[in-house]
Nanobody, 120 residues
Framework: QVQLVESGGGLVQAGGSLRLSCAAS????????MDWYRQAPGKQRELVAY???????MYADSVKGRFTISRDNARNTMYLQMNSLKPEDTAVYYC??????????????WGKGTLVTVSS
């Protein structure tokens, strides 16, 4: 089983940028769908974006036009570039993977995530 570890979070002012990384313990070439989720305080975990092995992407409406998901198979790493950050983006961000984009079930054990805090 490929393990996933998130990093890159921090404290940033509104309007700023951060780049999150999701490093895999093994090859991600054969992973069909890789996801970024987030969980804000007192709220349920939500899917933010995903990228397929064919590099198709999807974004939640709340981040569309501001966040960009990408994957580097050679480095076994997925990224989330977050621009124009808003206080409502404050959350713990997690990565995971799925069998395909129609299957809602994450396959990997949840990691510790990486905390993003956006100050107003």
């Amino acid at each position: 089983q490929v393990q996933l570890v998130e990093s890159g979070g921090g404290l940033v002012q509104a309007g700023g940028s951060l780049r999150l990384s999701c490093a895999a313990s093994g090859s991600i070439v054969d992973i069909s769908v890789m996801d970024w989720y987030r969980q804000a305080p007192g709220k349920q975990r939500e899917l933010v974006a995903y990228i397929t092995s064919g590099l198709s992407t999807m974004y939640a409406d709340s981040v569309k036009g501001r966040f960009t998901i990408s994957r580097d198979n050679a480095r076994n790493t997925m990224y989330l570039q977050m621009n124009s950050l808003k206080p409502e983006d404050t959350a713990v961000y997690y990565c995971n993977r799925r069998k395909n984009r129609f299957d809602p079930s994450p396959m990997a054990r949840w990691g510790k995530g990486t905390l993003v805090t956006v100050s107003s």
